[in-house]
């Protein structure tokens, strides 16, 4: 690391619906035949063609400097194999720059996934396993025309550790 960089520790918590909700929902298992509710993911895909997919990552540790917002549309991510995992968020805004101040970490275990709200700063997900197989539901072409990022490192001096 660059001598001139400030190392950040960001502290996670289990994620929780209440913890969680200024960002998006947690959604954890429930039974079958239940009826659509507020505890559904509330998807917003209506900005283009929905994306399904499940994405390969290896393990990348828990360091970061960058963190993204999507502005048309939820995106949904949940580990396979009962992988746990972190992501950072930042609340959903249609700023150039998140709140920092406002940033928290969080450990999601594997028995459920998450919804980010439209507008959602989110860096990860990150985990210590060797990979993880994550489910994402996104637009087919959110990575190339909706992902605002901002750079910590470049704007900041600034690299960030969850622990």
Not at 59 to 76: A, L
Not at 89 to 100: E, G, I, K, L
Request: proline share 6%; charged share 20%; aromatic share 12%.
């Amino acid at each position: 690391m660059n001598p001139s960089i400030l190392l950040q520790k960001i502290p996670a918590q289990l994620i929780t619906k209440e913890n969680f909700n200024p960002y998006g929902q947690v959604i954890f298992p429930q039974g079958h035949g239940k009826m659509f509710d507020a505890e559904d993911a509330q998807l917003n895909l209506k900005n283009g063609i929905p994306r399904f997919y499940i994405m390969r990552l290896n393990q990348i540790g828990r360091k970061f400097h960058q963190i993204t917002r999507h502005g048309q549309c939820t995106q949904c991510l949940g580990s396979l194999e009962g992988k746990d995992w972190f992501m950072v968020v930042a609340p959903p805004s249609q700023s150039a720059v998140p709140n920092r101040e406002q940033m928290k970490a969080f450990r999601i275990p594997g028995n459920c996934f998450i919804k980010l709200e439209v507008g959602t700063w989110h860096a990860g997900p990150y985990f210590e396993h060797e990979f993880v197989d994550f489910y994402n539901l996104e637009l087919s072409d959110t990575n190339v025309v909706d992902h605002f990022t901002y750079n910590f490192r470049k704007s900041d001096g600034l690299e960030f550790e969850i622990v």
